[in-house]
């Protein structure tokens, strides 16, 4: 059983459009995040949530927005997509406390036209 | 990011040893990371240091930490065709986040 997935596993579309990547945990960790990692490797967090909660929320632009419905599930949904929002987004999660071990699903490639 | 900085490549001989170097900023850091990401999948985490220790060694992997120079190297001995892949440095630099180097990426040539 995979420990964290995400959907799709690849994503083309057009410039403009409005798009979801959903995840889900089934480690019974309490705290989730959502990375982008652009072309270079570099490595970004967006968003965590703790329990539902949101607790970082870094400076993306508000078209994304995250929905955790519970604690096993933290949604991306993307507004108004443009091509720089082209990336591999991943998702992670761990449980509170040190040191943070994250595990990550297997990303979501983004490709916007 | 801009808080973590690691070379983007290392090329090493098969059962060689290789070193990949990291330094970080945040020296409030309690544990510091190294992650693996192989083609196509997500970061894995591989070991992790605790602030006040200078070394750990796990198997063929040695970990060493100089905290007065913000320094933390990743030392893989007998190096296989399956270690390729991109070496992630980390620090937790405060409650819930991590903050990810560039990542150097290591390829192991026959």
């Known amino acids: 059983d995979t420990a964290v997935s995400q959907t799709p596993k690849y994503l083309v579309t057009q410039m403009g459009n409005d798009k979801s990547i959903k995840c889900e945990q089934n480690?019974?960790?309490?705290?989730m995040y959502w990375y982008k990692q652009d072309s270079k490797k570099f490595l970004k967090i967006m968003f965590s949530?703790?329990?539902?909660?949101?607790?970082i929320n870094e400076t993306v632009p508000n078209r994304f927005s995250p929905k955790s419905p519970d604690k096993a599930h933290l949604n991306l949904h993307i507004n108004s997509l443009e091509l720089g929002d082209s990336a591999v987004y991943f998702c992670?999660?761990?449980?509170?406390?040190?040191?943070?071990?994250?595990?990550f699903g297997s990303g979501t490639q983004l490709s916007v036209l | 990011g801009e808080d973590v900085e690691q070379s983007l490549f290392l090329s090493v001989r098969e059962g060689d040893s290789s070193v990949i170097n990291c330094t970080y900023t945040?020296?409030?850091?309690?544990?510091l990371y190294w992650y693996k990401q192989e083609p196509g999948a997500g970061l894995q985490l591989l070991t992790y240091i605790f602030s006040n220790m200078d070394m750990k060694q796990d198997q063929r992997l040695t970990v060493l930490l100089n905290k007065k120079d913000k320094h933390l190297s990743l030392r893989i001995a007998d190096t296989q065709t399956g270690d390729s892949a991109i070496y992630f440095c980390a620090e937790s630099i405060k409650d819930y986040k991590l903050s990810f180097g560039a990542g150097t990426t290591v390829t192991v040539r026959a």
């Open positions: 945040d020296s409030s850091s309690t544990y």
């Open positions: 992670a999660s761990r449980r509170t406390g040190v040191p943070e071990k994250l595990f």
């Open positions: 480690l019974g960790h309490d705290t």
């Open positions: 949530y703790n329990n539902k909660e949101l607790i």
